[in-house]
């Protein structure tokens, strides 16, 4: 797929994240020569045509006080896996949820939600409540804890003449 010039432009503009600014799509219009209204038609329009797959915020969890992510793992019934995966998602405290396949026998779990906290403890607390919903459903759980922010990154373009 050949990407356009100008929608090139706008997404390198993009990539390194919008401007913390109160109108960051006008900030982008400007550096571009493009009208506000463009910028975002374009966006829409790269995201309708699949070449990039959300425009959302990447925080820094640690910076906002949460020091406990943690990605809790579920090992739940296939049948039931997406009903309640939509359910998990749902849920206020989960800032993202999906399903993968397991891994036997090495890693039973096909459902991921994370979860953050200032403690563990926090974390924990959260955690019961997805359990509680989940509920016999439940085969096996458990929470992985980060200790550093890994990729925070979306799309990068190639340098200048590369496909």
């Not at 109108?23 to 571009?32: S, T």
């Not at 820094?60 to 998602?89: F, Q, R, S």
């Not at 929470?143 to 373009?157: D, E, F």
Request: neutral net charge; aromatic residues 4%.
């Amino acid at each position: 797929m050949s990407i356009a010039t100008q929608d090139r432009a706008l997404i390198k503009a993009c990539q390194a994240g919008l401007p913390l600014v109160p109108e960051p799509y006008a900030q982008i219009a400007d550096q571009l020569d493009m009208a506000q209204v463009d910028v975002m038609n374009r966006l829409e329009a790269l995201l309708g045509q699949g070449v990039i797959r959300r425009v959302g915020i990447a925080p820094n969890h640690y910076k906002l006080g949460m020091a406990a992510n943690g990605m809790t793992v579920w090992d739940i019934d296939d049948a039931e896996a997406e009903e309640l995966g939509a359910l998990v998602g749902a849920m206020e405290d989960v800032t993202h949820c999906y399903l993968r396949p397991r891994k036997r026998p090495v890693w039973p779990y096909n459902l991921f939600a994370m979860l953050h906290g200032s403690t563990r403890d926090e974390v924990e607390e959260k955690r019961q409540h997805i359990l509680q919903l989940l509920g016999p459903a439940v085969r096996a759980h458990d929470v992985l804890y980060s200790t550093q922010i890994l990729k925070k990154t979306g799309l990068r373009l190639a340098s200048k003449g590369a496909t």
